[in-house]
């Protein structure tokens, strides 16, 4: 069982993260105004005024301390170094971040980051080792390791980027999947997955707030870099990824992601078909959305509520097969890429 001194610990520092995330956000919104953190309005976004961003430096910079000072207290046990580790990076990630805030790095550059940050990830031991066999024993990568580990960090971090689209979307769609990811962790008793997950929970629910429409300030590439980065880490755990039943290690992050990697996948493929894939756009799924009536709220809570029913199924299901877990999920990710497929010919139409 997982030590009860551990888990106070946590939720202690989860704590600390909501209230001193709330007591910093003002003056990070001043900071950002002041410093010229500001998202102003354009052909490819739909604020119609400047609002702060780099928003996310008011979590991510608590998070980043208290698994810094977690990991040194507990830097015996095994989950201790990859905490010390992963905040190294999520530093380094909020730097990338905070850069691209101030000066729009251009599409092509911020991949460049995303690989970097995948490359390093492995090298620190957060890598994907293991594939789901529904039908057998799960597979294990070998030198593929690498490979899938950078396109698993790419995928993840471009995903939380895009649908951060609409007010409120990035933030709340990290609380579910974590939640689900929480969830997970305490079935299987996995420590390094439940202070992750706590920590980004604490920290957006902090956030959201704010974020919510009307937004008094965005996220920003330093938010959801950093949020995308730890969310990728957490199925990929190192030594504490999931095994047996849990060789859905990606399949249940995946599911519970569904919509913003349904919108990723379709977005590089009407790139690709339309000649550049760096090319912004505004055919996103929440722009689809948005253009057939739906208010940023709704577009929003509609998202959650999609979202949440993924989570769910994924968590229930967990405790059967994993044929039935992956033949349900499957059909579901099927349902939803076709689904968005056909709302997309219908709203050109």
Same mark, same amino acid.
């Given at each position: 069982?997982?030590?009860?001194? $551990?888990?106070? %610990?946590?939720?202690?520092?989860?704590?600390?993260?909501?209230?001193?995330?709330?007591?910093?956000?003002?003056?990070?919104? +001043?900071?950002?105004?002041?410093?010229?953190?500001?998202? $102003?309005?354009?052909?490819?976004?739909?604020?119609?005024?400047?609002?702060?961003?780099?928003?996310?430096? +008011?979590?991510?910079?608590?998070?980043?301390?208290?698994?810094?000072?977690?990991?040194?207290?507990?830097?015996?046990?095994?989950?201790?170094?990859?905490?010390?580790?992963?905040?190294?990076?999520?530093?380094?990630?909020?730097?990338?971040?905070?850069?691209?805030?101030?000066?729009? +790095?251009?599409?092509?550059?911020?991949?460049?980051?995303?690989?970097?940050?995948?490359?390093?990830?492995?090298?620190?031991?957060?890598?994907?080792?293991?594939? %789901?066999?529904?039908?057998?024993?799960?597979?294990?990568?070998?030198?593929?390791?690498?490979?899938?580990?950078?396109?698993?960090?790419?995928?993840?971090?471009?995903?939380?980027?895009?649908?951060?689209?609409?007010?409120?979307?990035?933030?709340?769609?990290?609380?579910?999947?974590?939640?689900?990811?929480?969830?997970?962790?305490?079935?299987?008793?996995?420590?390094?997955?439940?202070?992750?997950?706590?920590?980004?929970?604490?920290?957006?629910?902090?956030?959201?707030?704010?974020?919510?429409?009307?937004?008094?300030?965005?996220?920003?590439?330093?938010?959801?870099?950093?949020?995308?980065?730890?969310?990728?880490?957490?199925?990929?755990?190192?030594?504490?990824?999931?095994?047996?039943?849990?060789?859905?290690?990606?399949?249940?992050?995946?599911?519970?992601?569904?919509?913003?990697?349904?919108?990723?996948?379709?977005?590089?493929?009407?790139?690709?078909?339309?000649?550049?894939?760096?090319?912004?756009?505004?055919? $996103?799924?929440? $722009?689809?959305?948005?253009?057939?009536?739906?208010?940023?709220?709704?577009?929003?809570?509609?998202?959650?509520?999609?979202?949440?029913?993924?989570?769910?199924?994924?968590?229930?299901?967990?405790?059967?097969?994993?044929?039935?877990?992956? +033949?349900?999920?499957?059909?579901?990710?099927?349902?939803?890429?076709?689904?968005?497929?056909?709302?997309?010919?219908?709203?050109?139409?």
């Amino acid at each position: 069982m997982i030590v009860s001194y $551990h888990l106070i %610990t946590v939720l202690s520092f989860s704590v600390f993260i909501y209230i001193a995330t709330r007591i910093i956000l003002p003056y990070n919104i +001043s900071w950002a105004e002041r410093h010229g953190f500001v998202a $102003h309005p354009s052909d490819r976004k739909i604020h119609k005024k400047a609002i702060p961003e780099a928003g996310g430096l +008011s979590f991510a910079i608590l998070i980043v301390l208290s698994q810094f000072v977690l990991g040194y207290v507990f830097r015996n046990q095994k989950y201790g170094i990859p905490l010390i580790k992963l905040a190294i990076i999520g530093l380094i990630s909020i730097g990338f971040g905070l850069f691209d805030d101030k000066y729009e +790095s251009r599409a092509r550059y911020k991949l460049i980051w995303q690989i970097g940050l995948g490359i390093v990830m492995f090298i620190f031991k957060y890598r994907v080792q293991y594939l %789901t066999n529904p039908f057998g024993e799960h597979l294990i990568l070998g030198w593929m390791s690498f490979p899938f580990t950078v396109l698993w960090y790419v995928i993840i971090l471009n995903a939380i980027n895009l649908i951060d689209g609409i007010d409120g979307l990035a933030c709340g769609i990290t609380i579910i999947v974590c939640g689900v990811l929480f969830a997970v962790g305490l079935k299987e008793q996995n420590l390094l997955v439940i202070t992750l997950s706590l920590f980004l929970i604490s920290g957006n629910l902090a956030f959201i707030g704010a974020n919510f429409p009307p937004a008094k300030v965005f996220l920003g590439d330093t938010g959801t870099l950093f949020i995308g980065l730890n969310l990728a880490a957490i199925s990929t755990a190192g030594v504490e990824q999931y095994k047996g039943i849990t060789t859905m290690t990606l399949m249940i992050p995946i599911s519970v992601m569904a919509v913003p990697l349904i919108d990723v996948f379709l977005a590089v493929f009407r790139r690709i078909k339309l000649g550049n894939i760096f090319k912004a756009d505004k055919e $996103h799924i929440h $722009h689809i959305m948005l253009r057939a009536g739906l208010s940023q709220k709704e577009v929003a809570i509609t998202v959650y509520i999609v979202t949440f029913l993924f989570g769910m199924i994924a968590l229930g299901f967990s405790f059967s097969t994993k044929k039935i877990l992956f +033949s349900v999920l499957l059909g579901l990710l099927v349902f939803m890429v076709v689904l968005a497929y056909i709302l997309m010919r219908a709203e050109k139409k």
